[in-house]
């Protein structure tokens, strides 16, 4: 079992195709660390769930019939689920992809990926980083990002780690790329965080989407 979680990953699925729903469930079974606390085809049925259930992770697909994973996240805050929040999809409008990024889920996956790297998608979120589909950040950023914000500018260090955690990069893997230590890239990070007004890596890449498409 992978060592990034020591306590069992309760998960809720959330996708409108039966046969989608059992196939990644018996993925899902096969994981020692994973518990599969229900699944669902619907906004309603997902919000009962995590009404009733202990949820860390819902993976969520974005059409849903006739709503769609928007209206699932915007009723999550509502209803104050503090689970993560993984789209599991086999497409994403470019705005739409901006839109769900403001509102804080934890990655983008797109269905065409691997099985395997699912799990691992899952464990990462669970670890506090991000999982986002790059080609579609990337566009997402580009063409939907709010003007540029004057008030704060990154230094060089401070660009180079933002534009590793845009790509989902751990600290680990962030310092072997710079060639630094990893405390060095912890107190960065939190540098980032700070003028980004930010506590997570989920935040900073909200922000980063918002305000400081410059940046990187």
């Not at 949820?55 to 996240?73: I, S």
């Not at 506090?128 to 500018?153: C, E, M, V, Y």
């Not at 751990?170 to 405390?183: F, G, T």
Request: net charge negative; aromatic share 6%.
């Amino acid at each position: 079992m992978n060592n990034i979680s020591s306590r069992v990953i309760r998960i809720l699925l959330v996708d409108d195709h039966a046969l989608f729903r059992e196939s990644l469930g018996r993925l899902l079974a096969a994981e020692a660390d994973f518990e599969l606390v229900g699944h669902c085809d619907s906004v309603e049925g997902a919000l009962q769930m995590i009404a009733q259930c202990v949820v860390d992770v819902v993976l969520l697909d974005f059409d849903l019939g006739q709503r769609d994973g928007g209206d699932f996240v915007s009723a999550a805050v509502e209803h104050d689920f503090t689970g993560k929040i993984l789209l599991v999809t086999a497409g994403l409008k470019d705005h739409d992809a901006a839109d769900l990024i403001r509102r804080g889920i934890s990655g983008i996956f797109m269905k065409h990926s691997s099985p395997s790297l699912l799990v691992t998608a899952i464990r990462d979120v669970m670890a506090g980083k991000t999982w986002f589909d790059q080609p579609l950040l990337q566009k997402a950023i580009a063409t939907h990002a709010l003007p540029d914000s004057p008030a704060t500018r990154f230094t060089d260090r401070e660009r180079q780690v933002l534009h590793y955690v845009l790509e989902g990069l751990a600290n680990k893997e962030i310092a072997s790329k710079l060639d630094v230590s990893e405390s060095s890239v912890k107190s960065t990070l939190q540098q980032l965080f700070n003028k980004a007004g930010v506590r997570t890596r989920g935040q900073l890449v909200r922000v980063a989407l918002e305000q400081y498409r410059h940046e990187f």
